[in-house]
C-alpha cells in the first residue's frame, strides 16, 4: 500500500513539472509574439513619419491644377470647375476660392497603408468652412472637397478632384567650393626685416685685443703697515 503511494506521488509530481515545464515554454513563446507584433508596429510607424516627412517635401513649394466636378447626385447642380493649388511655407492655397475670400491655411500629411493623404479645412467669416483631403501618387492627385455653409439650413456640397502638378520648386544651388588660401614660403637663407634691423657683432681682428685698463692703484707709503702708522711717520712726530 506505501508502495502505491508513494508511486502516486512521483506521478502527481512528474505531471506537476511537466505542466510547470509546458507552461514556461508558453509563456517564453507568447512573450517573444508580443515582442514581435510591438518591433512590427515601431517599424511600420516609423515607416509611415518616414513616409509622411517624404511628402511634405515634395508638396513644398508646389503648385497643382485641379478639375473638380459633383461627388454625389445631389450636388449635380454645380458645373465642373478648376482651380489651382499651391503648398507654400507650411500653407495651402486654393487660387478660385481664395478670391472668394477663404484663406491659406496649414495641412496635415497622415500615412494610410502606403498612400500620404494630406488634409486641411479653409474658413470663410461668414460664409462656412472648406475640408480638403487629398492623396498624393507621384506627380498626380486626386481627393474630395466638402463645403460646409455656416447656416445650418443649407446643405453641405461635396466634389471630387483630380489634378496634376505642373511647377515645383527648385533646389538652391551649391555654392562652389572656394580654393584654400595660399601660404607665404619662406626662404631658409634670406634674412627677415627683423633681422636686417637688428646691429650686426663686428668682424673679429687678427691681432689680440687690448685688455682693459685696470683700477689706478694708490702709492705704497713706506711707512704704514697694515693700514697704521709707524715710527718715522710725519704724523707721529706731530704729536710729539
Known sequence: MRDVRLCQVVVMGAVMACAAQAHAKQKVASEAQESQAAAQEAAALERRRRIAAETRSQLAGTAWTLEFKPYRSTDASTAPFTDELTFEDGKVSSKRFGNAG??????????????PLWETMQVKEGEGTMTWSGELYGEAMGGILTKRPSDPEKQ?????????????????????????????????????????QLPQPAPESDSEEASPPSAAVAPQDPH?????????????????
Open 102 to 115: 477663404y484663406a491659406p491655411s496649414a495641412y496635415s500629411v497622415n500615412v494610410q497603408g502606403a498612400t
Open 156 to 196: 453641405a456640397e461635396h466634389f471630387q478632384f483630380t489634378g496634376a502638378l505642373i511647377s515645383q520648386a527648385k533646389p538652391a544651388p551649391e555654392e562652389p567650393l572656394q580654393p584654400p588660401a595660399a601660404t607665404a614660403t619662406i626662404s631658409p637663407t634670406a634674412p627677415s626685416a627683423t633681422e636686417e
Open 224 to 240: 704704514l703697515r697694515g693700514g697704521f702708522p709707524q715710527a718715522g711717520h710725519p704724523s707721529e712726530r706731530n704729536l710729539t
